[in-house]
């Protein structure tokens, strides 16, 4: 066999190591975890300026996929956002649950930060829901928007750790209020924690 012959052989041999080994990495959370936490703002795609979008079960909203329910998507200038243009409202029509999948470190520790506010539009007061490492409720989370408008949405910062189990984890959050009228999440960053927190 020749040297070229010899040297495409091995590397056909690796590609298909690597694949064989991005397989059970993608089969752990039925989807192919990003290389990074990614747009924790909702700025991607755009919905129309001063309205929103609905999206429900099934359909993403750039790497975030929605899993249950329905959320809307709100467009800039619609009401006040924490960071960026856009913000999202985690009831659509009803209750919804979204989810982002993304590579991690096994045993490493990593630090979760949320700007919550509630859609000031209708009751009850309190917009309640929770946050999901992997299936497991990490952080319940309750917003009252009692004196609360679109105009001043009043964010407050919400924040958790979690040690990665896994080379790939699932953020989750979910509703947990029934109604068009729930928790809005923005400004979502996931950052690997150098002995910095705790949980």
């Known amino acids: 066999m020749s040297v070229s012959r010899l ?4 590397v056909a041999l690796l590609v298909a190591g690597a694949t064989v080994l991005a397989t059970p990495a993608q089969a752990a959370g039925g989807h192919r975890a990003a290389s990074r ?3 924790g703002s909702f700025e991607s795609p755009k919905a ?3 309205n929103f979008t609905e999206f429900a079960a099934g359909q993403s ?4 996929r929605i899993t ?3 959320v809307d998507l709100i467009g800039a200038g619609f009401w006040q956002a924490a960071e960026g243009d856009q913000s999202l409202d985690l009831n659509g029509a009803g209750a919804g649950t979204i989810a982002q999948t993304f590579a991690t470190t096994p045993g490493a520790t990593y630090s979760v930060t949320y700007a919550l506010a509630g859609n000031p539009a209708g009751g009850p007061a309190l917009r309640t829901g929770r946050a999901e490492i992997d299936g497991q409720d990490f952080q319940d989370f309750t917003f009252d928007i009692t004196g609360k408008t679109r105009a001043d949405m009043g964010y407050v910062g919400r924040q958790f750790s979690f040690v990665a189990r896994n080379s790939s984890t699932t953020l989750t959050f979910a509703s947990t209020v029934a109604g068009p009228y729930g928790p809005v999440l923005d400004d979502i960053q996931v950052k690997e924690c150098k002995a910095c927190c705790g949980n």
């Open 7 to 10: 040297r495409i052989t091995a």
């Open 48 to 50: 129309p300026a001063n």
């Open 37 to 39: 936490f990614d747009d």
């Open 61 to 64: 909203i750039g790497p975030w």
């Open 68 to 70: 249950a329910g329905s």
